[in-house]
T-cell receptor, first 116, second 111 residues
Framework: GAVVSQHPSWVICKSGTSVKIECRSLDFQATTMFWYRQFPKQSLMLMATSNEGSKATYEQGVEKDKFLINHASLTLSTLTVTSAHPEDSSFYIC????????????FGDGTRLSIL | RKEVEQDPGPFNVPEGATVAFNCTYSNSASQSFFWYRQDCRKEPKLLMSVYSSGNEDGRFTAQLNRASQYISLLIRDSKLSDSATYLCVVSPGAGSYQLTFGKGTKLSVIP
């Protein structure tokens, strides 16, 4: 069964709206979670690493004030896209690191964000 | 140079065909290598890890050449259900959870 739950799976909203995406670790505690973004026909690009109880670590070129990350508990991280614009339309995926078997990360189902 | 580069594709092959995907990586310190499969608008799913000695899982064979920093995936007897995008993924390993993804190569298996 799924070990990471991501919600919502699909969002369509107007330009200027803020959108919150949740990522939950279902059966274990996660001090770290990763947030990725994938544009059509492009690779998954790491946006930021979410750290429980401290500030997220953002990758170069990712605006901290635009993409707010909160990792308030060991099972939940949220990504808020503030004042979203059409260029923010993308596929956002979270993942949880896990060294179980050969799987380094467990991915959520992803959120397809469409800004009109 | 991009960190992980793959064949641009798309690959359109008939059922039963054998298809090979290639991938090169730029970080020679990379320790762990994977092939993931991603269906349209879905999360990536681990297909197989890639080991130095090469490894096989049913119809899938992965090879690694550290000297050339090259990884390959061979799919034999292609099925319609193999249609997806195949992602080459590299990790520093040694306790690091970080993954670097290639753009992926799209495969369409045609009846």
């Amino acid at each position: 069964g799924a070990v990471v739950s991501q919600h919502p799976s699909w969002v369509i909203c107007k330009s200027g709206t803020s959108v919150k995406i949740e990522c939950r670790s279902l059966d274990f505690q996660a001090t770290t979670m990763f947030w990725y973004r994938q544009f059509p026909k492009q690779s998954l690009m790491l946006m930021a690493t979410s750290n429980e109880g401290s500030k997220a670590t953002y990758e170069q070129g990712v605006e901290k004030d635009k993409f707010l990350i909160n990792h308030a508990s060991l099972t939940l991280s949220t990504l808020t896209v503030t004042s979203a614009h059409p260029e923010d339309s993308s596929f956002y995926i979270c993942s949880v690191p896990r060294q179980e078997g050969n799987q380094p990360q467990h991915f959520g189902d992803g959120t397809r964000l469409s800004i009109l | 140079r991009k960190e992980v580069e793959q064949d641009p594709g798309p690959f359109n092959v008939p059922e039963g065909a054998t298809v090979a995907f290639n991938c090169t990586y730029s970080n020679s310190a990379s320790q762990s290598f994977f092939w993931y499969r991603q269906d349209c608008r879905k999360e990536p799913k681990l297909l197989m890890s890639v080991y130095s000695s090469g490894n096989e899982d049913g119809r899938f064979t992965a090879q690694l050449n550290r000297a050339s920093q090259y990884i390959s995936l061979l799919i034999r007897d292609s099925k319609l259900s193999d249609s997806a995008t195949y992602l080459c993924v590299v990790s520093p390993g040694a306790g690091s959870y970080q993954l670097t993804f290639g753009k992926g190569t799209k495969l369409s298996v045609i009846p």
